[in-house]
């Protein structure tokens, strides 16, 4: 052909795609450059547009797509058989000629490179240079990674279901603890009945006396107007009192379900106070309200603290009945830190057993002889759903002290 | 019937309702915002009245106002007005000698009909309390030797007896017993027996087998 290897190369990369190369072997070049045939189809190879179809199995390395090739081994294997047997004694002319030694063979990069299927090939095909997939490079490093993938996934699953079930239980805890602390409420409201009906009866005793008396002075001759119209503004004054004391009673029985809010403490503490101030009277306890002067805001739901602050006020009342005189409880709200505020309950009586300083937040133990043991133990569940804190302590001057600390809400 | 009642209760604004209603049927109003108010200005007992006391009231509490009354000897009838009434303590004052136990809110008819009736009550008390006045400024005028006599003549002693306890003769026995009866302006025995007992010298239940 005559070709320079550089024509060569440059003519196999113009071919048309209905063409095959065909190599055979290559020895010189046109311009009687030698080339072992491996490396000149090397270098053919390198540029060329289509496959090349090469007839010996040492061509399949340097770039040959591969076909029907000779393979030196099976060649040189038979002529070996053949040769024992005329060593052997057997007449040459008998032994037919070897016809062997031809098979397909094909280059698995170079069917990549020219994307031929392996089901295209002809049967019987051996296919060399086959790259390993990942799996087969990597068999045991895959199975631990995918048995670890599918640990970890099952783990997961666990935690979801885990975190569902928790996510439900604290959901129905809560629900019950608001159950809970209404019936505590009710309870309360029933040991408070006394009280809300003495408050409720001094405005109506003072509407009836006064309507009565309204009643007598327009019966007269000439009736004083003026003292009439004082009456009714007084009637008024009575009757929106009358309400007030309606309303705080409503809002304390409301059954609400756990509703985080900002409350301001010293203004939940002042109504808490409102609301017991007869009951104290009652009992002749003196309560005192030391306010903190900074505002403190913390983040919960305002009837059940309210309801914590009751039930502490009512068994520090309760721990009064026994002294005769100087029966008081004192109130404080103070600022803890940055992180939290505290409230303190102190009342000047005989104080808790030291043994039983823990004992008394535990379900139904009481002391009382008609209590429920439940007051305390409520206070503390709706201070712990408020990731507050609850403890009692007897101060060394006398009395006991509630303490609970309420985190901050953030501004 | 007019008289002063004095009015005990916390409650301001209660309390110029009834000063009110009160002044308009006709009687006398005191009022009082605290227990320790009434004991400090004491009402008169002498002078026909009640009290209006409420039993709920900050400090001293109504039934503990009734005790120290009663303690200072007042006669003066209690009424008690209460916005709640518990049995405990409706009993509790009654025994203690109230005249009567309301609950507000209370009607005028029911109001004024206890205050009538609480000073028709004190009338009584005031009546016997004089008469019983002048008996004992009328005992008081008995010799030490007379009111010895007194005294075993109405543990029914005969003269004999107390002759001899006395160490003396039945005659002298006889004529201070004229003398006992002159003086206390009475002429039967039982009558200085019931004079004994209303002075507190006989227990009001007599005494079995006192042999003196």
Not at chain 1, 65 to 80: E, Q
Not at chain 1, 221 to 232: A, G, Y
Not at chain 2, 116 to 128: F, V, W
């Amino acid at each position: 052909m005559g070709l320079t290897m550089a024509e060569t190369r440059k003519k196999v990369a113009e071919l048309p795609d209905d063409s095959v190369i065909i190599y055979s072997a290559m020895y010189w070049d046109g311009e009687g450059t030698f080339y072992p045939p491996a490396t000149a189809l090397a270098l053919i190879g390198e540029k060329a547009n289509r496959p090349i179809v090469v007839g010996a199995e040492t061509f399949l390395a340097p770039g040959g797509i591969g076909g029907f090739v000779l393979v030196p081994d099976l060649i040189g294997a038979d002529a070996a058989r053949l040769a024992l047997r005329i060593l052997d004694g057997e007449a040459p002319a008998n032994i037919a000629p070897a016809t062997g030694g031809v098979k397909p063979i094909f280059n698995w990069e170079q069917m990549q490179r020219w994307n031929v299927q392996e089901a295209s090939l002809p049967a019987g095909s051996e296919i060399r240079f086959r790259e390993p997939g990942l799996w087969e490079k990597y068999r045991w490093q895959s199975v631990t990674v995918i048995s670890v993938l599918l640990l970890q996934a099952a783990l997961i699953a666990i935690l979801l279901h885990e975190r569902k079930k928790r996510h439900g239980a604290e959901v129905e805890s809560k629900h019950r603890m608001s159950e809970l602390a209404h019936v505590n409420r009710s309870a309360t409201a029933g040991d408070l009945s006394s009280s809300i009906a003495h408050e409720l009866n001094q405005p109506l005793g003072s509407i009836l006396t006064n309507t009565e008396t309204a009643e007598l002075i327009l019966s007269c001759q000439s009736p004083d107007l003026d003292e009439v119209r004082e009456i009714l503004a007084d009637i008024r004054r009575d009757d929106l009192r009358a309400n007030e004391v309606i309303r705080r009673l409503r809002s304390f029985m409301k059954r609400t379900t756990f509703e985080t809010r900002d409350i301001d403490l010293n203004e939940l503490m002042r109504e808490v106070f409102d609301f017991l101030s007869v009951q104290a009277s009652a009992r002749n306890v003196v309560l005192y309200l030391k306010a903190s002067p900074e505002v403190i805001r913390v983040k919960g739901d305002r009837v059940q603290l309210q309801q914590v602050i009751i039930n502490l006020i009512v068994n520090s009342m309760g721990a009064l009945a026994s002294i005769p005189y100087g029966r008081t409880v004192i109130s404080r709200a103070e600022l803890n830190g940055k992180k939290s505020a505290v409230v303190s309950i102190s009342d000047s009586g005989p104080g808790i057993p030291p043994d039983r300083l823990t004992q008394i937040f535990d379900p139904f133990f009481t002391t009382k002889e008609q209590g429920m043991g439940i007051g305390l133990s409520i206070a503390r569940t709706i201070v712990l759903a408020h990731q507050g804190r609850i403890w009692a302590e007897n101060e060394t001057e006398g009395g006991a002290v509630f303490h609970l600390s309420l985190p901050l809400s953030v501004a | 019937m007019p008289g002063m009642v004095h009015v005990v209760d916390d409650d301001a604004s209660f309390r110029t309702a009834i000063e009110r209603r009160l002044k308009k049927a006709g009687y006398t109003v005191a009022t009082y915002p605290s227990a320790q108010q009434l004991l400090i200005h004491l009402p008169d007992d002498k002078e026909p009245g009640c009290i209006l006391l409420d039993v709920r009231i900050p400090g001293l509490s109504g039934p503990e106002l009734q005790g120290r009354l009663n303690e200072l000897g007042s006669i003066l009838p209690i009424v008690f007005l209460t916005g709640y009434a518990d049995v405990q303590t409706t009993v509790r004052t009654i025994k203690a000698g109230a005249e009567d136990f309301l609950t507000k809110p209370v009607s005028s008819e029911q109001l004024l009909g206890a205050i009538e009736r609480a000073l028709a009550h004190h009338e009584t008390l005031r009546a016997q309390r004089s008469k019983l006045d002048v008996v004992r400024a009328q005992i008081a005028t008995l010799t030490p030797r007379e009111r010895q006599v007194f005294e075993l003549v109405v543990r029914g002693k005969i003269n004999k007896q107390i002759a001899h306890e006395l160490g003396t003769t039945e005659r002298t026995i006889k004529a201070h017993r004229q003398q006992v009866m002159e003086k206390a302006k009475i002429q039967s025995l039982a009558e200085l027996v019931s004079i004994a007992e209303h002075l507190g010298i006989l227990p009001q239940t007599p005494e079995v087998g006192d042999s003196g």
